[in-house]
Nanobody
Framework: QVQLVESGGGLVQPGGSLILSCAAS????????MGWYRQVPGKQRELVAA???????NYKASVKGRFTISRDNAKNTVYLQMNSLKPEDTAVYYC??????????????WGQGTQVTVSS
């Protein structure tokens, strides 16, 4: 069974930094795009950043220049380095992977979410 396990959330002051990690485990044939989404209560989940298996990345406009997404294909892990954090970055952050498990169809998989709170 495929699982995405996130780590690295927490409380940080404005202007601070955090790094989120998400490791995919289980019987995986291939991982395509991986990404990070976030959600605040009462709003839709939104894409923060995504990265292809080849390393091409795209970002939500409001995080460009502050956040960096990267991945280690050998470890099936995606990272989100978040710098210059702002209170409006406060949300639950979810890892997403477009992957194909062994002997199963390709699909979208999600982590359990990790809380990021930016506050003084």
């Amino acid at each position: 069974q495929v699982q995405l396990v996130e780590s690295g959330g927490g409380l940080v002051q404005p202007g601070g930094s955090l790094i989120l990690s998400c490791a995919a485990s289980g019987s995986i044939f291939s991982i395509y795009a991986m990404g990070w989404y976030r959600q605040v209560p009462g709003k839709q989940r939104e894409l923060v950043a995504a990265i292809t298996s080849g390393g091409s990345a795209n970002y939500k406009a409001s995080v460009k220049g502050r956040f960096t997404i990267s991945r280690d294909n050998a470890k099936n892990t995606v990272y989100l380095q978040m710098n210059s954090l702002k209170p409006e970055d406060t949300a639950v952050y979810y890892c997403n992977a477009d992957l194909r498990p062994l002997l199963q169809h390709r699909g979208d998989y999600w982590g359990q979410g990790t809380q990021v709170t930016v506050s003084s």
